[in-house]
């Protein structure tokens, strides 16, 4: 072994370090917030901070999995059902529609085609508390306020164009030539966008549905103005009211706050691969 | 377009192509007409409405007398000095947390294109923070901020840094800087896979090419990396830019605006007039002129993107 660093070595080392950094910045806080949640509330509170307590205390996962009807439990458990609901149901509504219309975009010549793509995308620009306030009587009226129907109807309007986005710029990366020898042997061209567009089409469809069910889980304003009460309120409200009322014990925030990340995490973590496939087709045409 | 359909244009007779494109238009509607109905169906009907209710005074999710103010909602937010500092701490947040996701974005998008050993476990760990709920996010820093029991507290005490616990939500400048490094945690990771995700489609080539030319990793960068990813750094510049102008979910969890108004952005403040105050005429007002801001700032950033021959734009 030679004693001198070549350069190729000392840059390999350097970038290997810049990772750890990188690596333990995004581990730190969530660390802490795992320790917190089984940390009894008398050492959380101590000064200096013991960070690793010599005894753990799981109290508040089971007040959070065994809480009696009228305890933070049971609203959080509502809520973890409440937010399943809407994002599964936003999910599987946005990317049917999605597809259709991304299919359309990509494939298929009409009069307006930029300019209704550019409404869509335009959409995303409006902020949503302008249009709160007309969205809440509308809801009232037709009796959706504060049901899971009505925040799923308010969140797809939020992630179809999205999905619209990522899909039609995927559906165009992928070969004319696959879609018409299929629509030469006679099959339709739904046949063909199911047959064969949607499967070349998988890194894409992932990262769709990945993007799709992180954006309805995360959805807050119209759940804060939209929800009301166990019936439809969903994670994030939950959690923030947790937050404001208990304001003294971070250890349960810290603990409600993990259970509600650990779907799109597992999700997230599972389709991580795809979102660079899922993107590089879709984020630039080379 | 294709060159292929192209060449089919050429060689098709025109009645024949506009027959086709009749028939085109009219599978395109059907395809789109469910897409249409989800988003616009919710959005451009509440969109008018919020414009109506902008032109009255409406002192009630429930009043019955309305009367009319024309652009009286608009001059009242327009000579409010509370809105100009609300949009003035909004441009600050959005200039700020952009301009610091695109550089640790860029420098994080490097890493995972480098060659790492465990790259498959730094790809799932940089995934973690952009996964986390925003709610859950802020829940989070708040905690990791608190002034009597917070882990930065403890660390930097712990490490010599400062000698007593600092309420760093507790100043109106410090706070509005903490939620943007609590934004900047979360966000600079899917900043960083959309770089990525134009890295990968740079051709070896190049490097390659670079490479013969004993041209240095600098140079690689200004003349290589950063010309090829002008097309995705212009999307999340435009992604980014209009999200943290219209941030509100997080400010909302961390500091509900405080303290004094420190954090109070623009949406926040139109939350606070529309739903605190039960002004819904002037909430309706302000959520109009951020709409015409963000418009404008669009505008000018879709300009751009043309520019850089943006696919679809």
Known sequence: ?286 | MTVASAKEDLVSPPVRRRKKFDKQGRLAFWLLLPACIAVFGVIIYPMFRTLIVSLFQVNSALATVTPFVGFGNYLHVLSDSDFWAAIGRTFYFTIVSTALELVLGLIVALLLNANLKWRWLFRTIVVIPWAIPTIVNAAMWKGIFNAQYGALNALLTQLGIIHQYQAWLGDPNLALNMVILADVWKTVPLVAFFLLAGLTSIPTELYEAAKLDRAGWPRIFRSIVLPMLVPSISIVLVLRTVEAFKVFDIIYAMTRGGPVDGTSTVAYFAYETAFSDQNFGVGSAISYIITIFILALSAVYLRLLRRSEMSLL
Request: proline letters at 5%; glycine letters at 6%; aromatic letters at 12%.
């Open chain 1, 1 to 286: 072994m030679s004693r001198v660093i070549t350069r190729r070595q000392r840059n390999s080392l350097l970038i290997h370090v810049a990772a750890w950094i990188v690596a333990i910045a995004c581990l730190a806080p969530v660390s802490y917030m795992v320790l917190a949640s089984i940390t009894p509330q008398r050492v959380l509170i101590t000064t200096p901070l013991q960070w690793i307590p010599s005894h753990l205390d799981f109290s508040r996962y089971v007040t959070i999995f065994q809480g009696d009807a009228d305890s933070v439990g049971a609203t959080f458990r509502a809520a973890m059902v409440n937010s399943t609901i809407v994002a599964l149901g936003t999910v599987a509504i946005s990317m049917v529609v999605g597809i259709l219309g991304a299919y359309a975009f990509a494939r298929l010549r009409f009069r307006f085609r930029r300019a209704i793509l550019v409404l869509f995308l335009a959409t995303y620009m409006l902020p949503q508390i302008a249009t709160l306030i007309p969205l809440y009587l509308i809801l009232n009226s037709l009796g959706l306020l504060d049901t899971t129907g009505g925040l799923i109807l308010c969140d797809c309007a939020l992630v179809v164009p999205f999905v619209l986005w990522i899909l039609s710029n995927y559906f165009l990366s992928i070969p004319d030539e696959l879609e018409e020898a299929a629509r030469v042997d006679g099959t339709t061209r739904m046949g063909a966008l199911w047959y064969v567009v949607l499967p070349a089409a998988r890194p894409g469809i992932f990262a769709a549905i990945m993007f799709a069910f992180l954006l309805a889980w995360d959805e807050f304003m119209y759940a804060l103005i939209f929800t009301s009460s166990d019936n439809s309120k969903t994670l994030p409200v939950a959690i923030s009211e947790f937050a404001g009322r208990y304001t003294t014990d971070f250890g349960l925030v810290a603990a409600g706050g993990l259970l509600a990340a650990l779907p799109p995490l597992v999700i997230a973590i599972i389709f991580q691969r795809y979102i660079v496939s899922g993107m590089a087709a879709g984020a630039v045409k080379g």
